[in-house]
């Protein structure tokens, strides 16, 4: 209290939750037992359950220690460089669709994620439609904004995507909406949109003039990069406008270090330009610019084809030691009530399993498994030392 009898400023402050995903980071650190199992926050694992920087990254990084000759501010774009170096990689052969998508570099794709909702809310959008369960950030940007969640369901319960409840929320959003989806290897479920399917949202949005919001935080870790960015490609070959959200965090192993972009897909050169003008004002009073050490050695990597190489390859053995263990999980059949085999034929880092939050708690107690209380799961947690171990907790455990 102050001499006047008021609260202090910082007494109208309630206490705040910490990051349910995050504090599992710490939970697990401080569990002394030598056979716990990290299944939490989604990082890649290596069979020996490691993290490790990528080589290509490291050669990148060493580069840029020896040839950088400058710290000197860019701008709130960032480096441009970096940006359109990942454009082909994204939107395929004709990257900027004859001048009319044009990027800008973000702190990490939680930036390009707010970066885009922020953007949408200034074009007087009031209402974003997501599918459900989804990143819980995403619900959290929504509100810190002050957008309207509009939730439809993600799923069906025998693990394939629902079109019907996407279709009906793009032909639902009307002019003061947007509809957010997930690129591919979706969070946290695992099931994407099949082509077939992406090609009726392509449709849906085309006929409708919804606008739509694409998060690829996964791209190369589900099929492969180019089938992880087809869906993409099709909703912006048929619509005038959109956004995208873009994350190298994962796809280059660069998670503390904050690298991704923002893409606007804009009707004509006149749009984008005023659409990016807003954007950086955005930017610059939200971060000024983004941190630039990640991305250049991004830039480096893709300029260079024995980098990419390495690049390419390092990917495509993090993809192979997933789907590796979704084999291992779908060939298991089952534990206890959960049946594992649709783990088999979804993408990417994570999957939803239907246990209870009690189950979980469990999990995490008894058998030292610590999991999202959603039930997500990060596959690359497993390996074939402790996959065993899991199957036989959750049977134990979801009976
Ligand atoms: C996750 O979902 O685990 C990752 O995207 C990390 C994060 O920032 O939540």
């Not at 439809?152 to 003061?176: C, N, P, Q």
């Amino acid at each position: 209290m102050t001499r006047h009898g008021a609260r202090m400023m910082l007494e109208r402050l309630n206490a705040q939750a910490p990051d349910a995903l995050l504090a599992l980071i710490r939970l697990y650190g401080a569990d002394p037992r030598e056979d716990k199992i990290d299944l939490g926050v989604g990082v890649y694992r290596t069979e020996e359950g490691d993290t490790p920087v990528f080589a290509a990254i490291k050669a990148a990084e060493q580069r840029l220690v020896d040839e950088q000759d400058s710290k000197s501010y860019l701008g709130p774009e960032g480096d441009m460089g970096f940006v359109n170096a990942l454009m082909p990689y994204i939107f395929g052969g004709d990257p900027t669709m004859g001048g009319r998508i044009s990027g800008m570099q973000t702190p990490g794709g939680t930036g390009a994620v707010r970066l885009a909702l922020a953007l949408a809310q200034k074009a007087a959008v009031k209402r974003v439609h997501m599918g459900v369960p989804s990143w819980p950030n995403h619900a959290q940007i929504l509100a810190d904004l002050g957008l309207e969640l509009v939730p439809f369901d993600h799923a069906r319960g025998d693990g394939t995507a629902d079109l019907d409840a996407v279709l009906g929320a793009i032909r639902e959003a009307g002019e003061d909406g947007a509809v957010l989806l997930h690129g591919c290897c979706h969070n946290p479920t695992g099931i994407d949109y099949t082509p077939d399917q992406w090609a009726a949202i392509a449709e849906a949005f085309a006929e409708t003039g919804t606008f739509p919001i694409i998060d690829v935080a996964y791209q190369g870790l589900g099929q492969g990069l180019e089938d992880d960015a087809a869906g993409l490609r099709m909703v912006l070959a048929k619509v005038p406008e959109a956004f995208v959200a873009y994350s190298c965090d994962k796809n280059f192993g660069q998670y503390r270090d904050r690298v991704g972009a923002f893409y606007i897909l804009g009707a004509s050169s006149d749009a984008l330009e005023t659409a990016f003008s807003n954007a950086n004002a955005l930017a610059r009073a939200c971060w000024s610019m983004p941190p630039d050490h990640g991305g250049a050695a991004v830039r480096i990597i893709l300029r260079d084809p024995d980098l990419k190489k390495q690049w390419l390859a390092e990917l495509d053995t993090m993809r192979a030691r997933m789907r590796q263990v979704r084999d291992a999980l779908a060939e298991a059949g089952s534990a206890g009530r959960i049946d594992l085999t649709p783990l088999g034929s979804q993408n990417g880092l994570f999957a939803t399993l239907p246990v209870t939050k009690d189950e979980v708690a469990r999990l995490r107690e008894e058998h030292g498994i610590y999991m999202a209380a959603s039930g997500r799961i990060n596959i690359a947690g497993l390996t074939t030392a402790n996959l065993p171990k899991f199957i036989a907790a959750l049977a134990a455990v979801a009976q």
